[in-house]
């Protein structure tokens, strides 16, 4: 899930991730951080999140990893084939 607010040329934006079993680690990975990973912190209902301030006017490639493996899409984006043949999904801003 993800929740946006503009303000100006900026954007808050949270990311929100629910997982269906049990992990050990889940990080956001995008375009505006050179998809550096980013470790999101879990919250006590099990949900994992991360709230970035992200420049307006532009679209954003990213994706979460899980547990350093796994490669998971934002169900609610649209999404791109990417050079490595996985799917990214794309943030508007």
């Given at each position: 899930?993800?929740?946006i607010t503009k303000?100006?040329?900026k954007a808050w934006v949270t990311f929100t991730y629910?997982?269906?079993?049990?992990?050990e680690s889940v990080h956001l990975s995008g375009e505006w951080?050179?998809?550096?990973d980013e470790p999101m912190k879990q919250k006590k209902n099990g949900d994992y999140s991360i709230t970035k301030?992200?420049?307006t006017?532009?679209?954003y490639e990213f994706g979460y990893k899980i547990d350093g493996?796994?490669?998971?899409?934002?169900?609610?984006?649209p999404v791109?084939?990417?050079p490595f043949y996985t799917e990214n999904s794309i943030l508007e801003l």
């Open positions: 899930m993800i929740k303000k100006g040329a629910t997982p269906d079993q049990e992990v951080s050179e998809w550096k301030v992200i420049k006017g532009e679209s493996q796994e490669w998971l899409i934002e169900s609610m984006c791109t084939t990417s």
